[in-house]
């Protein structure tokens, strides 16, 4: 605790604390100040009350008995007070005292304050009233003014012992409120540091209570949410290129091996340098389309969002895949509704249906019917696309969409086993649902745009700034491959139509 | 043509202008795009090929300081980046084409000649003729030796591209960029498909056969050698 005192003094929390105990501490003063100051005019007042009283009462007895009764009566009030609190000083015209229990005065007229010496006991305060009788007499009438006095010290000492608790109360209360605050600062600060050593899986405990730092560690553990997803989608990405990657290129370089050990005429060589160079464009289409997953997995900013005439783009997908269903022999049809829109990237979309009617053509048989229809409700815009294929068996409806996988009977088919992944990571980005169902024969394959999850896309303008990092990182690997491609293509004069990389 | 090619990686470099050399053109290199800038302000070239990943001035920034120059030599970006929203940037900061890395050396080619003749194809053509094959941009129809030919609407836009480039190769991507407005690689040979059915239509029962198909690199309409 020794070491974190100081961190505790050093805190906001802390500071904020001392400086309302100081606030504090000045209005007391303040409120103080004006008690003590209307205590003591009060006192004074109800001291001059008696003090009166005890002058008219005096200037009574000289009116009724003249000189004489004046005399006898101050001189009986000093027998029965010889020593305070009642103070009375009775001069003649000359000076001199005639009775009185205090040493004769220049005095005043009117009210004074006056200090008077006594026998065997320390000097007094006295508040006092000094008149001249009508027959040139000086009257003085004084008393002590120790309730005054005692009442200014007792306000002192009350304020003096409950500013010193107020302090220490400040200065308790904020060392506790600070530790408490650094704790639990402390909390999110190790779990920051835990994650940076590597423990991507650690979220900042809540406390369940709703409160402020309750709603920041939300926010906080959200966005390491979105992190981990976006870091577990690299991950992912160097996994699939480590392995399904590494087969291809092992048997590009036996190839080159081979023909370096065999190859006899420049025709071979021509031959080799083909076949290696479709190889390559093979690997690299595979690479584009991780490449293309990882980025759209990461988050494409949704900023790019913008309304899609889904009836328009469905009506060209239909007019570039009949000519090919035909060529097929497969028979194409198709019930799009107009005036269908939906939020999204157009290209991401063009894609994602291309490739589900793609995949329905692959899979068809010649004399197969492919149909892509729409059907709209009131709470979604369904895109249906069926076919009368061998369909898909209910066990593998959930795999299809991992990278890489390819049903048994499909792997003697063309094709990198990526295209349903893609489709499935469109789909999450526009919020697309997807539903693989029995067609009877074939599968039927339908992605819902519900309209609830359409407005939040249309609202949704968040930019996801990581999607970039990831890709530039990725890219790197990227122009590696592109420079051993570059060597194989200069061999050849004779290049192959396309740079797959693109998708 | 006269290209100035900008671009910091050598070896890279060196590939892309002496294959262009070999094809004819004439290829000046530098690496920097403070260089580029200078040498394309200063110098008359017919075609820009900027990489756009460069040392200082970015390829990116280069082009808009040369558009806002007013200069308008057609521009061909070469990149590692091939995001969306990449190509999207390059193009409105004035590049006239885009193209991503890995390419096949021949899909450079083709574009590089499509973008030498761009200028002359913006004027306003009333007719593209080739032998006895006349297309009219405005009405959008198409004759052949005078006999009408009914074209599909994308059929017809696929002919009036290979057209507007006849005698040039026109690649498999060039056609589904400006024709379909895909940007991305359809797994199957969606182009091929639709370029037989169009031959089947414009070159069937002719014995001028005007669509070729040029092996590894694309398409090319042209008379008969």
Redesign the interface.
């Known amino acids: 605790m020794s070491a974190a005192l100081p961190r505790v003094l050093r805190t906001s929390s802390f500071r904020l604390t001392l400086l309302y105990a100081g606030l504090f501490g000045c209005s007391a003063l303040i409120l103080v100040g004006v008690i003590y100051g209307w205590t003591g005019m009060y006192m004074a007042s109800s001291l001059d009350t008696a003090i009166d009283s005890d002058i008219t009462e005096l200037e009574d007895s000289l009116r009724a008995g003249g000189h004489e009764a004046l005399t006898a009566q101050v001189k009986e009030r000093l027998q029965e007070t010889p020593n305070g609190p009642m103070f009375i000083l009775l001069q003649d015209p000359e000076g001199k005292v005639i009775a009185g229990n205090i040493p004769p005065s220049h005095g005043g007229e009117g009210r004074f304050d006056l200090k008077v010496p006594r026998i065997n006991s320390p000097s007094v305060a006295i508040h006092a009233h000094g008149i001249t009788l009508p027959d040139g007499e000086y009257l003085m009438v004084g008393v002590d003014a120790l309730p005054r006095r005692a009442m200014h010290k007792l306000i002192v000492r009350v304020f003096g012992w409950s500013s010193a608790i107020t302090l220490v109360l400040a200065f308790a209360s904020g060392a506790l409120m600070s530790a408490g605050l650094l704790r639990r600062i402390e909390t999110i600060s190790r779990t920051a540091r835990d994650i940076m050593a590597g423990d991507f899986s650690r979220r900042i405990p809540v406390r369940g209570t709703a409160d402020e730092f309750d709603h920041l560690i939300a926010s906080l553990n959200a966005m390491l949410e979105r992190n981990e997803s976006a870091m577990e989608s690299v991950r992912q990405v160097s996994n699939d290129i480590a392995h399904d990657l590494r087969t291809p290129l092992t048997r590009l370089r036996q190839r080159l091996e081979l023909a370096q050990r065999r190859a006899r005429s420049a025709e071979e060589w021509q031959r080799v340098s083909d076949g290696c160079i479709s190889d390559m464009d093979a690997i690299?289409?595979t690479f584009?389309a991780l490449?293309?997953i990882a980025?759209i997995e990461s988050g494409?900013?949704a900023r790019?969002f913008a309304k899609v005439d889904l009836s328009e783009l469905l009506r060209?997908m239909i007019?570039?895949?009949q000519?090919?269903a035909e060529?097929n022999q497969q028979r194409f049809t198709a019930d799009i509704a107009s005036g269908l829109t939906v939020w999204g990237?157009r290209?991401?979309l063009?894609?994602m249906v291309?490739?589900v009617i793609?995949n329905a053509?692959?899979h068809s048989p010649a004399g197969a019917s492919i149909g892509l229809m729409t059907i709209q409700s009131p709470t979604a815009i369904a895109v249906t696309v069926i076919d009368s294929g061998p369909g898909i068996p209910a066990a593998d409806r959930g795999r299809v969409f991992r990278r890489f996988y390819r049903l048994e009977s499909s792997r003697s088919k063309?094709?990198s086993g990526l295209?349903l992944s893609l489709v499935e990571a469109i789909a999450a980005l526009h919020r697309v649902s997807i539903d693989l169902t029995d067609n009877s024969p074939g599968l039927r394959f339908t992605l819902r745009f519900f309209s609830s999850d359409q407005r939040t896309l249309a609202g949704d303008r968040l930019a996801q700034h990581q999607t970039?990092v990831v890709?530039?990182t990725i890219?790197r690997w990227?122009?590696r491959?592109?420079?051993k491609?570059?060597g194989a293509?200069?061999e050849s004069a004779?290049?192959?139509?396309?740079?797959?990389?693109?998708? | 043509m006269k290209i100035l090619l900008v671009e910091d990686d050598g070896e890279n470099a060196d590939y892309v202008a002496n294959g262009l050399r070999e094809e004819g053109h004439l290829v000046a290199q530098v690496a920097s795009g403070a260089e580029g800038l200078i040498r394309a302000v200063g110098d008359s070239f017919d075609l820009l090929i900027v990489d756009r990943m460069i040392p200082g001035l970015d390829g990116l920034n280069l082009v808009k300081s040369l558009r806002a120059a007013g200069h308008h030599t057609p521009v061909l970006f070469l990149t590692a980046l091939d995001g969306v929203e990449d190509r999207v940037l390059g193009l409105n900061a004035g590049g006239d084409d885009y193209l991503v890395k890995p390419f096949a050396f021949s899909e450079l080619v083709a574009r590089v000649a499509a973008l030498g003749r761009r200028p002359r194809t913006t004027a306003a053509e009333t007719r593209l003729i080739l032998l006895d094959l006349e297309i009219d941009p405005l009405s959008r129809t198409v004759r052949r030796r005078g006999q009408l030919i009914e074209l599909q609407p994308r059929e017809y836009r696929l002919l009036e591209y290979l057209m507007r480039h006849a005698g040039q190769v026109v690649t498999r991507t060039m056609l589904l960029e400006h024709v379909w407005d895909i940007h991305f690689d359809p797994r199957s040979n969606i182009v091929e498909t639709h370029i037989s059915r169009l031959r089947s239509k414009v070159d069937k029962g002719f014995e001028a056969q005007l669509i070729h198909t040029v092996r590894g690199a694309g398409y090319c309409v042209r008379s008969p050698a």
Do not use: V
């Not at chain 1, 004779?494 to 998708?503: H, L």
């Open positions: 690299l289409e584009g490449l293309r980025q494409i900013p790019r060209t007019e570039i895949y000519p090919m060529e990237d290209e991401l063009a894609q291309a490739n793609e053509m692959k063309p094709g295209g970039h890709s530039m890219q990227h122009s491959l592109w420079a491609r570059r293509g200069r004779a290049t192959k139509g396309t740079a797959s990389g693109r998708d």
